[in-house]
């Protein structure tokens, strides 16, 4: 680029040759994987796009260079496949905010609970306050009213009015006697009443939940979304194109028409179908989760398409 000629320029290349090896055989490797698993269920993907044409840029500028030609792409190759990468991290970044630590937390960040410490008989006027991580089993809690319970407990109050609508869904007050259960993410609806934590709020039923929902969230999906039909349908679409071009013009244009397939497959690659979805389906889950909707999966975005009646 700085406009080298001869002995140092080829040096230079070689240089770009040797530092593109690492991405190839490293960094390339996720890859493969999602191709090779593309393969394994008969589907094309957007990862067997980027396959070949990254092999297919580092074969013929590989070859370019043995024969000493200056038709090399490790650059730009390199910058396709970094870009693309960069990408698909900040996606990973961006739902790993969606786990259930951070969604839990995010329930009771701005709650702070009041303890009460009991003296003989009676409790203690003396009071301290706990944020619901430093909350610990056995601790002695009393609930304001609009007040979310953090902690699977047992009461400790006569009697009190619990909503269960978290939980639920079912929004009708439900009536909770002494020494009754009451679960975390209830809500109180009556006067303070005091609970004794029996389960610490990480590990409730509300948080196991919570986690379950990330696993799933993370897991396979047999489902087969708009989005990989329309991967799926865009790619063959690219390599037929691609095949009839190379076949119809190999005769007149030669290698230069391998050259031109190679730059349809690259710019034609689905990546803003493949990485725009996701993150799509990742806003949708935390808008949901701000509005206190907790999806168990994206993919429950595009079966809500399919639904004709829905049942209350």
Not at 34 to 59: C, H, P, Q, T, Y
Request: with cysteine.
């Amino acid at each position: 680029y700085a406009g080298l000629t001869g002995e140092m320029a080829l040096i230079f290349r070689w240089i770009a040759f040797v530092l593109f090896l690492p991405l190839i055989f490293y960094s390339a490797v996720p890859f493969y994987k999602k191709a090779w698993v593309s393969l394994l269920l008969r589907r094309v993907n957007v990862d067997l796009m980027i396959v070949i044409a990254l092999w297919a840029g580092f074969l013929f500028s590989t070859y370019s260079l043995v024969l000493g030609s200056d038709d090399l792409y490790f650059d730009s190759t390199a910058s396709f496949i970094f870009l693309i990468l960069l990408t698909r991290f900040w996606i990973k970044r961006h739902q790993n905010q969606l786990m259930q630590k951070n969604i839990f937390a995010d329930l009771f960040m701005n709650e702070v609970y009041e303890e009460f410490k009991q003296t003989s008989e009676i409790l203690d006027i003396k009071k301290s306050y706990w944020p619901f991580n430093k909350i610990s089993l056995g601790q002695v809690l009393k609930i304001k009213q609009n007040q979310l319970i953090p902690c699977d407990a047992t009461l400790k109050s006569q009697a009190c009015d619990i909503d269960l609508s978290f939980l639920t869904g079912e929004a009708y007050p439900v009536k909770k006697h002494q020494a009754d259960l009451i679960l975390a993410g209830s809500r109180l609806l009556s006067s303070d009443a005091v609970i004794e934590c029996i389960r610490e709020p990480l590990k409730s039923q509300l948080a196991q939940a919570l986690g379950k929902i990330d696993q799933d969230r993370h897991s396979k999906n047999s489902f087969q979304t708009l989005t990989d039909l329309t991967a799926h349908r865009l790619t063959l679409v690219v390599f037929t194109v691609a095949g009839l071009f190379f076949v119809l013009t190999y005769q007149h244009l030669g290698f230069e028409a391998f050259k031109r397939c190679l730059a349809l497959i690259t710019i034609a690659c689905p990546c803003a179908v493949a990485f725009g979805t996701p993150l799509a389906h990742n806003i949708g889950l935390r808008k949901a989760i701000q509005k206190g909707f907790f999806i168990k999966s994206e993919v429950v975005f595009e079966k809500l398409t399919q639904i004709s009646k829905i049942i209350f």
